[in-house]
């Protein structure tokens, strides 16, 4: 079984990419399309030196980036041969570019070329500290994750979450009071299976484009659908990989991070205070677990 491994990056201190940016941002107002969302903590590099240590049977690394080629990070290497620079507008419709909404995105990332029948889909922050293998996530015909049901107010969040359980699986949905239960993938390294995935590209292509926004919207879907329809096919069991999402909310958090009681660590950006002090200290933690070079850096 071939498995690739996707993750989306984005630096906001690249010139090029605030300068798109600035150009289309006015008017919005959304939390979750600040600049600060878009802050490069280099967890990537700590992302790819865990994927060798301890996910070795990776095949190739599909690095999803948008606007310039400025955005690829100066250490990385990209003349490793599994190693893949993928532009959004390779895979996104070009009316929705550039794009500054993750939720449109995942939804295309079954359209690399490419890639694998099975592969996995993080973010750049979640880091593996333990060993894991294929079958942590892969199953004959199916996937291994997590799909419980959640309590959430109603915010642009929820409802992207609410819109993707509705187009799926609606009956799972339920309303308590000012709260909505719904189908959700917690924080979590997502196995897919792409052919199923595309199907379910064109058959609910209608619904998905209507879906696309340049920045973040409550009419978003998002990569939900995926497994979500996964689960409706008894295509999908409950996973074993212990995920442990942490905030990065200041310094007392970072120096205070257990690296220890996990298989993945999620380094959620929160933090308030200087975000380049900061970014030391997390970088001086992530180095004293993962220390050197990777072959995927220069």
């Known amino acids: 079984m071939s498995i690739d491994y996707v993750i989306p990056f984005v630096d906001c201190s690249d010139r090029n990419w605030l300068l798109e940016y600035k150009k289309y941002v006015s008017g919005v107002s959304d939390w979750s399309n600040n600049a600060t969302r878009f802050r490069d903590w280099e967890t990537l590099r700590y992302q790819l030196r865990s994927i060798e240590r301890y996910m070795p049977w990776i095949r190739n690394i599909y690095i999803v980036m948008s606007i310039s080629e400025t955005q690829i990070p100066k250490w990385l290497d990209t003349e490793n041969e599994r190693v893949y620079i993928v532009w959004d507008w390779e895979i996104v419709p070009r009316e929705y570019l550039p794009v500054f909404n993750s939720n449109v995105i995942d939804l295309y990332i079954p359209r690399i070329e490419g890639l694998s029948e099975h592969y996995l889909y993080a973010c750049d922050d979640y880091i593996v500290m333990r060993e894991l293998k294929p079958e942590n996530f892969f199953f004959e015909n199916g996937i291994r994750l997590n799909i419980g049901r959640y309590k959430f107010c109603n915010w642009t969040y929820t409802q992207t979450i609410y819109n993707s359980d509705q187009l799926i699986c609606p ?128």
């Open 171 to 298: 009956q799972y949905i339920r309303k308590e009071n000012e709260y909505y239960l719904l189908p959700y993938c917690d924080h979590a390294i997502v196995p897919h299976l792409r052919a199923e995935n595309l199907k379910v590209l064109e058959k609910y292509q209608t619904e998905i484009e209507g879906s696309l926004s340049r920045f973040r919207e409550s009419k978003n879907l998002t990569w939900l659908i995926y497994p979500l329809n996964l689960m409706m096919n008894g295509q999908l069991q409950n996973g074993t990989v212990k995920t442990h999402y942490t905030a990065l909310r200041d310094e007392n958090s970072i120096n205070n991070l257990d690296f220890t009681d996990c298989d993945v660590i999620v380094l959620n950006d929160e933090y308030h205070g200087n975000y380049y002090y900061g970014k030391t200290l997390l970088l001086k933690r992530l180095e004293e677990v993962l220390p050197g070079k990777s072959t995927f850096e220069k």
